[in-house]
């Protein structure tokens, strides 16, 4: 079992839908991250939260919206999204700058 | 062997055996690496990590080997086992990055078979 919990496993939305993917961790760590991952290929890098502040932003489209509520907490809000934004998305924290990231075992977004 | 084309390049390997998988890095300026394995329906699992300070690391049954001269990294999984069956990803954080928190960047991943 990881220790990155995310919420919900699997979500199928429709172009013109709303949702939120969730993301908690109780280990203390102080960053976390948003991460895209396409069937076979590597992990790409949507954002970063350090000390509940957003850091890194890899020129992701708007229709993509982080927030850190405290310092457990990501939320990905979704609207708007295409059929190409579906894919695997994990949710990771780590202890500081130069330690290992703590995956989630992520959601599987389907856009219809 | 080693297989490359339009999927992931995979290693078949006998159960027992030891396990090498390699990762060209692209970034010089990289400082810290990562070693995943990734299973079917779960996110990255940390294996090993190594700073650019060290050539060498060990874990339990792995070692990972870092050659900064040709930025190539290397994963040993000595006496594999069908639960090595995954997807191994090597991951590098640029030196400098003034922004807190991680920047890793993900290699193309190598898919290793275990056959019994």
């Known amino acids: 079992d990881t220790e990155v919990t995310q919420t919900p496993k699997h979500l199928v939305m429709g172009m013109t839908n709303k949702k939120s993917l969730k993301c908690e961790q109780h280990m203390g760590h102080r960053a976390m991250y948003w991460y895209k991952q396409k069937a076979k290929k590597p992990p790409e890098l949507m954002f970063v939260y350090s000390y509940e502040k957003l850091s890194i932003n890899e020129s992701v489209p708007s229709r993509f919206s982080p927030e850190c509520p405290n310092s457990s907490l990501l939320n990905l809000h979704l609207h708007a999204l295409q059929p190409e934004d579906s894919a695997l998305y994990l949710c990771?924290?780590?202890?500081?700058?130069?330690?290992?990231?703590?995956f989630g075992n992520g959601t599987r977004l389907t856009v219809t | 062997g080693e297989s490359v084309g339009l999927h992931l390049p995979t290693l078949s390997v006998q159960e027992g055996d030891n396990s090498i998988i390699n990762c060209a890095y692209s970034?010089?300026?990289?400082?810290?690496f990562i070693w995943y394995k990734q299973e079917s329906g779960k996110g990255p699992q940390f294996i090993i990590d190594?700073?650019?300070?060290?050539d060498k690391r060990q874990g339990q049954r792995v070692t990972v080997l870092l050659n900064k001269t040709v930025k190539h990294l290397s994963l040993q999984i000595a006496a594999t086992q069908p639960g090595d069956s995954a997807v191994y990803f090597c991951a590098e954080n640029p030196a400098g990055v003034k922004a807190a928190g991680n920047k890793l960047t993900f290699g193309g991943g190598t898919r290793v078979l275990v056959k019994p």
């Open positions: 190594i700073r650019s300070n060290m």
């Open positions: 990771a924290s780590s202890q500081e700058i130069r330690s290992p990231l703590h």
């Open positions: 970034n010089s300026a990289s400082d810290y």
